[in-house]
């Protein structure tokens, strides 16, 4: 039996002892907190990222940390939020904080990887996301895996004295399916032609 959380290059797996801290602590590194879509009011602590990952009583939202298979070694993580089940469709984040895990190819692997979990197991229908136009890695690592972007929310994100621009990005079930098998879907199921 295949396993669901189980990637080429990487591997979905809860919080584990020393995870919370290590979060605390990348989320320093270059770049990573410039290319949240979201405002980051304050550096958050080892507590706050615990308290994300296990928060029981939520049924909208699957907190995963990514880990290499090579040597189990953390990457970053990846969440599904805003989960509805009767509209089938969840919000997508995902982080590798440290610079050099970074243009390998994890991040595509745990995009299909969770992708894989969302709607093989939990079988959602879409998959959004937002990301700032200037997040260049970003926005090839989602067109890898066949995110098509659907709007744009016009100079939503304010950066070193200029505004930019904010993509929503979406990705349904078939489109993940025919581009993870290697066909490309048929130019009538994407948004943005």
């Known amino acids: 039996m295949k396993s669901v959380v189980q990637g080429q290059l990487i591997h979905l797996t809860e919080m584990r002892d020393g995870d919370a801290e290590w979060l605390q602590d990348t989320q320093w590194e270059p770049g990573l907190l410039r290319n949240l879509s979201a405002d980051a009011l304050h550096p958050w602590t080892a507590a706050e990222y615990a308290e994300l990952a296990a ?4 049924d909208d939202h699957f907190f995963f940390m990514v880990r290499a298979n090579a040597d189990d070694g953390l990457l970053g993580w990846v969440i599904l939020d805003e989960i509805q089940l009767k509209n089938r469709r969840a919000e997508l984040g ?20 969770v992708l894989s979990f969302a709607f093989n197991e939990l079988g959602l229908h879409k998959v959004t996301l937002d ?21 744009i929310n ?10 930019l621009d904010l993509y929503q990005f ?3 079930a078939k489109e993940w399916w025919a581009v993870s098998r290697g ?5 009538n199921t994407t948004a943005d032609h």
């Open 154 to 163: 016009r100079e939503a994100v304010y950066q070193d004295g200029e505004w």
């Open 131 to 151: 990301v700032n136009a200037n997040n260049q890695a970003a926005l090839r690592a989602y067109a890898a895996v066949g995110f098509v972007r659907e709007g």
């Open 170 to 172: 979406g990705i349904l």
């Open 55 to 58: 928060n029981p009583d939520s």
């Open 94 to 113: 995902i982080a590798l904080p440290v610079v050099s895990d970074r243009g390998q190819g994890f991040g595509v692997d745990a995009l299909n990887t």
């Open 183 to 187: 066909t490309i879907p048929d130019e």
